[in-house]
């Protein structure tokens, strides 16, 4: 009896607005931590990455092509697939890193 009492009253000033903008502020929040901010560790992740990138390095492309760095421009890179042939790609088209030249020369 009290509560059907206390519902019917309208709800003021502040406990109001925390009644109302408190579940989006509540899914703002959820939404940050598990989609947004893991997104952007990836990305600050995978520039650094691109940045690293030196002569003599084997990678992957984003194509599943696996090919030693030759040549490195600011926005290129040209690979050696094998001994005769060379492609280039845009310096994102690279997805990983399988051996560094730094730990081949150690």
Same mark, same amino acid.
């Given at each position: /009896?009290?509560?059907?009492?206390?519902s *019917?009253q309208?709800?003021?000033?502040?406990q109001?607005? /925390?009644?109302?903008?408190?579940p989006?502020?509540?899914m703002? &929040? &959820?939404?940050?931590?598990?989609?947004?901010?893991?997104?952007?560790?990836?990305?600050?992740?995978?520039?650094? /990455?691109? *940045?690293?990138?030196?002569?003599?390095?084997?990678? &992957?492309t984003?194509g599943?092509?696996h090919?030693t760095?030759v040549?490195?421009?600011?926005?290129?890179v040209?690979?050696?697939? *094998?001994?005769?042939?060379?492609?280039?790609?845009?310096?994102?088209?690279?997805?990983?890193?399988?051996s560094?030249?730094?730990?081949?020369?150690?």
């Open positions: /009896m009290l509560l059907a009492a206390a *019917n309208p709800v003021d000033g502040l109001g607005l /925390m009644f109302t903008y408190g989006l502020v509540l703002f &929040v &959820v939404l940050y931590f598990l989609l947004i901010r893991p997104q952007q560790k990836r990305q600050k992740e995978r520039n650094q /990455m691109l *940045n690293a990138l030196q002569k003599g390095d084997k990678v &992957v984003i599943g092509l090919g760095i040549e490195l421009t600011d926005d290129t040209v690979l050696r697939v *094998n001994d005769v042939t060379k492609l280039t790609f845009e310096r994102s088209a690279i997805n990983s890193i399988s560094s030249s730094q730990a081949g020369s150690k």
